[in-house]
């Protein structure tokens, strides 16, 4: 049975890609872009992406492994699962395939991944669903892969960061501030190497690192 959550982006994949094209400055996806060049994938190359919404980050993945290589976008949603497999059709992309699942128990082998992504979505999940996710994300990475996060910077003007916080609060994220201004050092616990970095837009940051030997 679906929670109330996935209902909420059930609905809400319809108008997603309508309303992050009006509301962020992400002149030709550059934002996916830049993530997806940041998880060092080469060609023939496994890559997850967790959270994939409509697929956008995916589909940038797919176009980095190749024809060779493979991507799976993973999400609770059905709905946005729907959009992201049409995404792939009108780009005629066959190396890419959806998974329904909750990033806190990833249905995967160990060590299976060249590389995972997640693009603004990992502060929206709660405390113990977090902590689960990061430690699945580093099972299901190969040694010396790339774990490589984006998550939205501080929105600069008032009105926006209002918005921002009580879209968090009514999700149910109570402590996605506390995340949003640790992330560099609670992913550094799983990941060595960790670099943070803004994305060309100023409205994202980056953060990545990779899983150790063993
Ligand atoms: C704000 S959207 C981001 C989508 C995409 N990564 C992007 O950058 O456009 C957050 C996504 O996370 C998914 N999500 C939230 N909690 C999840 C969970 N516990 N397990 C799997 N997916 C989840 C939602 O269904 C939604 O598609």
């Given at each position: 049975m679906s929670s109330l959550r996935q209902l909420y982006y059930d609905l809400f994949s319809e108008v997603y890609d309508a309303i992050i094209r009006l509301h962020s400055r992400d002149v030709g996806s550059s934002l996916r872009k830049f993530i997806a060049e940041k998880a060092n994938l080469s060609r023939g190359d496994r890559a997850l992406d967790l959270?994939?919404?409509?697929?956008s980050v995916a589909v940038e993945l797919a176009e980095q492994v190749g024809e060779k290589g493979f991507v799976i976008g993973l999400d609770f949603s059905r709905g946005m699962l729907e959009k992201a497999k049409e995404k792939a059709l009108r780009v005629h992309l066959n190396q890419f395939s959806v998974v329904q699942a909750n990033a806190s128990a990833l249905p995967f082998k160990s060590s299976c991944f060249d590389g995972v992504t997640c693009s603004h979505?990992?502060?929206?999940?709660r405390g113990e669903e977090r902590n689960k996710a990061i430690n699945e994300v580093a099972r299901v990475l190969r040694s010396g892969a790339r774990f490589c996060l984006m998550e939205h910077a501080k929105p600069e003007k008032a009105w926006v960061r209002l918005f921002f916080y009580i879209r968090i609060f009514f999700l149910g994220a109570r402590d996605a501030r506390k995340f949003l201004s640790e992330e560099g050092s609670i992913l550094g616990e799983r990941f060595k190497n960790i670099t943070k970095v803004m994305s060309p837009t100023g409205q994202s940051k980056l953060i990545y690192g990779e899983k150790g030997e063993g």
């Open positions: 959270c994939t919404g409509t697929g979505a990992f502060y929206e999940l």
